[in-house]
Structures are given as structure tokens and as C-alpha cells.
């Protein structure tokens, strides 16, 4: 089946960068109050999707102002079969032309090949080839794994519900394996699986020097220079300097 679903993907490669345009047209920022609508409308397109390709149980999770999460899911490989939960997001980083954009970022180009629009990357393009993938296994036939898809929508903003959900449905998504996607690879051609991800850390730097240029041989040797850079390195050269 799966030969199939390569002939299907082949025949269908237009309609999936359809898809892909379609998804990264809309700003669905999950940062900014104001674009919420969108992220909610970026929820409704991939509802319709889901349920268009076939999955069951299609839904969207949301209260109060929780963003929605997308879920939809195949059993049809049966109760002995292994089950496979897909996680990534839908929503996106802010993103204007002033910031340095050669186009619009919502507004996607294809230019030498490549897909120019925010979220074209991180992680619409994980949403749309998932989905296009289990869209053409479904049309070859039956797939040998149970799916489930669960589709974030405020990942970009500090995925603050989902701890909760993922608490309160256990049943749910309970699965053999999470598949996630939203990673990098260094290279088209090095492909990358990474066994640790997820957690945020933020922090805010702080360097003092001294007020007029200072002569880097003989002001600067003072500093202990450590073979390798870590925070404890730096109070030693901030008191030396401050001398
Ligand atoms: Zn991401």
C-alpha cells in the first residue's frame, strides 16, 4: 500500500502546496490578542481538512481563552495494531515585512523552489505533509497503524493549556509512540531524529565595561580566560574590569 500512497502523493503534489499556501495565508499568532480569530479560523481550516481526508472523531478542545487544539484520529487498524500520536502546532510567531521580510509573510511566494511565508517552516509545513501523508495512505487503502493527530494552537506562546489537557485525556491520546516534528535538521540531505525536546528558558544578560576604551592588552589580560565559556567566567572579568 505504501507504493500506492507514493503514486498518490506524486499525483497530488499540487493540491498539497495548495494546502501548504493555504494555511500559511492565514496569521494565526497566538502571541497577539488580536490575530486569535485567526488562529481560531486556522483551527476550522484544518478541521475541514481532517474530516475531508477521513479521520474520525475530529474535534476542536477549547475554554476560555485556551486556543484550540486539533484533534482527529484513525482506529481502523484495530485494537492489536500499534498507535501512533502526531503532535505539532498550527499557530505562529508574529511576523511584519519591517522586520526584514522580502515579502509579505502572510502572503506566500514560491521563489527558486522554496515557499517564502511565516509558519512555511515552523510548523505548518509538519501539519500539511503529515496530514497530506496520512491523506494518500487513506486513499491507498487501509494504514497499518491507528493514528492520532493532536494539532496545537498556542505552542509560540507558552503552550500554557495543554499540560492540562494532555492531564485530564489520558484515554484520549493514550498511544504507543508520539511522533513530533516541530525540530530542525541541519541540512536538506541530514535528516535528524531527536530523542529530547520540549521546555523554554528564558534569562537576561547583563554586561558592565568600563566607560572609555581601554587598551584590550593591557586591560583586558586581567580577565581569567577559561577554556571553555560558562556564566561563572564572566563575574571574574566584570570585577577586573571595574578595577
Ligand atoms: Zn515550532
Not at 499556501?21 to 478541521?47: G, N, Q
Not at 506566500?108 to 517552516?121: C, M, T
Request: aromatic share 8%; net charge negative.
Amino acid at each position: 500500500m505504501f507504493a500506492e500512497a507514493h503514486i498518490a502523493a506524486d499525483r497530488r503534489l499540487q493540491e498539497f502546496i495548495g494546502r501548504l499556501k493555504a494555511l500559511t495565508s492565514i496569521p494565526s499568532v497566538s502571541t497577539d490578542p488580536a490575530h486569535w480569530p485567526d488562529v481560531e479560523r486556522a483551527a476550522a481550516w484544518l478541521t475541514d481538512w481532517m474530516r475531508d481526508i477521513g479521520l474520525q472523531n475530529v474535534q476542536t478542545f477549547t475554554r476560555g481563552d485556551y486556543l484550540p487544539l486539533v484533534y482527529g484520529e484513525y482506529l481502523g487498524a484495530g485494537p492489536n495494531a500499534p498507535t501512533v500520536l502526531i503532535y505539532t502546532h498550527y499557530d505562529v510567531q508574529p511576523a511584519a515585512r519591517e522586520d526584514g521580510w522580502e515579502t509579505d509573510p502572510f502572503v506566500p511566494e514560491i521563489i527558486d523552489g522554496k515557499l517564502y511565508a511565516r509558519g512555511a517552516v515552523d510548523s505548518k509545513i509538519h501539519v500539511t505533509a503529515q496530514l497530506s501523508a496520512i491523506a494518500c495512505m487513506m486513499e491507498a487503502g487501509s494504514p497499518p497503524v491507528n493514528l492520532k493527530v493532536l494539532l496545537e494552537g498556542e505552542e509560540e506562546s507558552g503552550s500554557e493549556h495543554i499540560f492540562a489537557f494532555v492531564a485530564e485525556n489520558p484515554a484520549l491520546l493514550k498511544a504507543d509512540v508520539t511522533v513530533v516534528t516541530d525540530g530542525s535538521m541541519p541540512d536538506p540531505d541530514q535528516p535528524v531524529l531527536v530523542y529530547g525536546l520540549r521546555g523554554l528558558i528564558t534569562g537576561e544578560l547583563r554586561v558592565k565595561g568600563p566607560r572609555r576604551d581601554l587598551h584590550s592588552g593591557h586591560y583586558g589580560a586581567p580577565c581569567i580566560i577559561r577554556r571553555r565559556w560558562s556564566p561563572r567566567s564572566l563575574p571574574s572579568c566584570t570585577r577586573q574590569t571595574e578595577k
